[in-house]
């Protein structure tokens, strides 16, 4: 079904209103992408188209065209029906459902497009488009351009710049509506249903391919659209590789089990990650690390609110990190020497945190200028510290080889705080425990 229509036309007012007169804006279809010979994906929309329109089928486009003397600011090109192919392929919703579903103001068959985007377009000064996406559309938008510029001499008007969408469409999705909070609670709850399933299972002898199938199969009979990206069930050592996704050791005794998953709900995403024992309780050296990476991570979260810079949360994390990586004597040398010259590295690779939304890692700058941006409200950002001890590190004691563990939630900023949309999957020792039983 289509989204909330008075939200999707707040969206791109909102566009059109920092575009200014005179402008028009292009948002192609994702292209469908082969998985082997003539089979498909499934497919997923352009998340810029998404947002701007909740329009759900490929080899469409979006133009936006402000001020348009005959109201016809919001222009959809779709597939028309085909009762031939609907046969093979499903309803498509065609010329007529572009309008009167998604609240186009005209709409057109997609093989109009040439002819119609010369008329509306030749008019305009610039052009708004997605830069550094969709190599082979970019080229069919040249063509029009030099179409354009030959045209101007004659005529006296055509664009004469190409600017990038993303400067506006970007900034926009890094600020979430109510409608967009309340999809991300639902994609979190549905994921924080699956985790615990996750914690159920979890033994000795269990492959991690059937951790991946409960995930799974809890997202979507929770009614998601399905992982909002490869499931990381990583056991053993491979909880110390950071994005592990083959997913097919058979779980022993001792081992510590790393799940980051998450849910994808109308088109938003859930990104979570729980680390916890195999068997009923972390052995010695692996509840130290997990105390201390809950302990960042707890801290890190602490801090979260309007006016505080992003990179402050990673350094909060980062100097609990650095204090307990040499309290238990796997650092040597003082805090600030270990941060300078990055001696925790090996141990901890990654940054704390990334924007959240319809990308997991989601749009929108985490600079301004040279700084780094302040946290404002509506914001969403993960918080996801994390110690990984590989085994090929030679000199590192024995005992605290082979363990990575780290642990994620999804924070939304506040007008004054902060709320951790994923507080309910239990993370503390005790709470796994007890799901655990």
Known sequence: MPLDREALARRRRA???????????????????????????????????????????????CLLLPGHEKREEFVLFVLPRDIERETWTGKRVGVEGAVEQYGADMAYPIDKLDEKIREYVGERERVYYPL??????????MGWLQHWQ????????????????????HELRLFKAPEEVAAMRRAIAIAGDAH????????P????????????YTFRRLG??????????????????????????????????LVDAGAEFDGYCADITRTYPVERSFTGPQRAIYELVLQAQQAAIAMIQ??????????????VLVDGLASLGILAGSAAEIVEKEFYKPFYMHRTSHWLGLDVHDAGKYKIGDQSRQLEAGMVLTVEPGI???????????????IGVRIEDDVLVTPDGHEVLSSAIPKTIDEIAAVRQ
């Open 224 to 257: 998601a659209w399905g992982p909002a990206y490869p499931s990381i069930v990583a056991s053993g050592s491979n909880a110390t590789i950071l994005h592990y996704t083959t997913n097919t050791r058979v779980m022993a005794t001792g081992d510590v089990l």
């Open 150 to 169: 030959l045209q101007r001499p004659r005529t006296g008007r055509g664009p004469t710049a190409v600017l990038d969408a993303n400067e506006i469409v």
């Open 196 to 203: 615990v399933a996750a914690m159920r299972m979890a033994q």
């Open 132 to 141: 550094g996406r969709n190599p082979p559309f970019t080229q069919r938008l």
């Open 388 to 402: 990984y001890v590989g085994e090929h590190l030679d000199a590192i004691d024995d005992k605290w080889r082979g």
């Open 306 to 319: 309007p006016g505080v810079r992003f990179d402050d949360v990673h350094q909060c994390a980062l100097r």
């Open 205 to 216: 002898g269990v492959h991690e391919y059937e951790i991946e199938a409960v995930l799974d």
């Open 15 to 61: 566009v059109m209103d920092r575009m200014g007169a005179d402008a028009a804006a292009i948002f192609p279809a994702a292209p469908m992408a082969v998985r082997s010979h003539d089979v498909e994906y499934r497919y997923r929309p352009d998340n810029d188209l998404f947002y701007l329109t909740g329009f759900p089928e490929p080899e469409a486009l």
